[in-house]
């Protein structure tokens, strides 16, 4: 038994050691090219060319997404307020029409009674108006008694009450009551657009019966149309009212739409991102309800230092930049890279400031030179 624990104990020795071992060569191998020396004639044949970092403000473009949406305003349910029977339509979703475009004909007796109702009191009245004229002259002349002159002015507010109101009962049905007679008494009121649209949702069919609390039809203001983007909280802070906005569809990022923001909601949902509500600078059709959308908005960052894209290389998951240290060397340090915009990025490191001279064009060559040399 002892023998065993003592192989034991000497493999795990043997592991850590490997282990250790293996370490200080990568930490070796960094470091022997952290610093490379080349000739005069090689720099030359590099094209290696040195700059000074600039401190500048970084512009980041923050990617957000979302869909296009319609404001409850540009959304119209369409209903009538008394029931019927559908006798036609031809409206199928996503069909546009025009203001004042028949939408359906519906049809039902109580139109019928309506316009009758209305057609008895206008009678009606026009008889107790001429009643009261009649009465109002006998009055003046003594021949007929005030209590009759009251009871008949009374009688004539009552039905020019009545007349109104079915006039704008019928008002609501689309039916004209100044043009309405015993000979145009119609069966059927017409369904009217209100608005120039696209027809979202159909909920009807002919002949089937519908309530007046029912939706016929569902109708948006395709102009009005909004981008609803999310923004998790951490870029909300970035973000204001009046920020230019380019948006463009996930099936082509060539044609972007440019849009302003409008509102910002203050209010985090479950996914702690907030709703950013953006006006289109000019409607296109292309633009969908319901279209999922990528946007593009440029936030102006405090200064930083920065170097030419081409400046920073990658190396073993990590960035670095070189130094002229003068003599032909150059000083390999890692640095930490930020936004790039413009042809610049963004770098942070305590071994790089303004005043450093740093490699600014073929900086890879550089890198593949000194592993190179370091193979060698």
């Known amino acids: 038994m002892k023998k065993y624990i003592a192989a034991f104990l000497g493999a795990l020795v043997l592991f850590s050691c490997g282990k250790k071992k293996n370490e200080e060569n990568k930490d070796t191998e960094v470091k022997s090219i952290n610093i490379i ?17 600039t401190v500048q403000n970084v ?54 009674e309506l316009q009758q109702d209305y057609l008895m009191a206008k009678e009606k009245f026009e008889l107790a108006q001429n009643e009261h004229k009649r009465q109002k002259e006998l009055n003046l002349n003594k021949a007929a008694s005030d209590k009759v002159l009251e009871q008949i002015t009374t009688e004539m507010r009552t039905q020019r009450i009545t007349m109104s109101s079915l006039e704008q009962k019928l008002n609501l049905l689309g039916i004209n009551a100044k043009t309405l007679n ?14 120039n649209g696209l027809v979202s949702k159909v909920n009807v069919n002919v002949g089937k019966y519908v309530n007046s609390t029912d939706m016929l039809f569902e109708l948006i203001d395709k102009r009005d149309i909004v981008l609803t983007l999310n923004a998790f909280e951490k870029d909300v802070a ?19 739409y440019p849009a302003k923001i409008a509102f910002i909601n203050q209010s ?8 950013i509500i953006c006006k289109v600078n000019a409607y296109n ?40 240290l003068g003599n032909n060397q150059f000083q390999m340090n890692e640095v930490k890279s930020g936004v790039k915009n ?14 450093s001279k740093v490699v600014i064009k073929n900086a890879y060559t550089l890198l593949m030179s000194a592993m190179n040399n370091d193979e060698q």
Do not use: C, H
């Open 342 to 355: 413009e042809g610049f990025s963004q770098i942070n490191s305590d071994a790089v400031s303004s005043s």
């Open 285 to 324: 059709p292309a633009l969908l309800p319901g279209l999922f959308i990528n946007a593009e908005i440029e936030v102006e960052n405090q200064k930083a230092l920065t170097v030419p894209e081409e400046a920073v290389v990658r190396w073993q998951g990590k960035f670095y930049v070189f130094t002229d």
């Open 268 to 275: 985090l949902n479950g996914d702690r991102a907030a709703e």
């Open 37 to 53: 020396k080349l000739t005069s004639e090689q720099i030359k044949n590099a094209g290696l060319e040195t700059g000074n970092p």
């Open 182 to 195: 015993v000979g145009n008494i119609s069966k059927t009121i017409k369904v009217i657009s209100p608005i």
């Open 238 to 256: 970035s973000l204001s009212v009046g920020q230019s906005v380019m948006a463009f569809a996930n099936n082509s990022d060539t044609k972007k």
């Open 59 to 112: 512009k980041e473009i923050l990617q957000l997404q979302g869909t296009v949406t319609v404001p409850p305003k540009s959304v119209v349910s369409i209903s009538i307020p008394l029931g019927g029977y559908v006798k036609s339509t031809n409206l199928i979703a996503g069909m546009n029409v025009q203001k004042g475009q028949i939408l359906a004909v519906l049809e039902d007796m109580q139109f019928i």
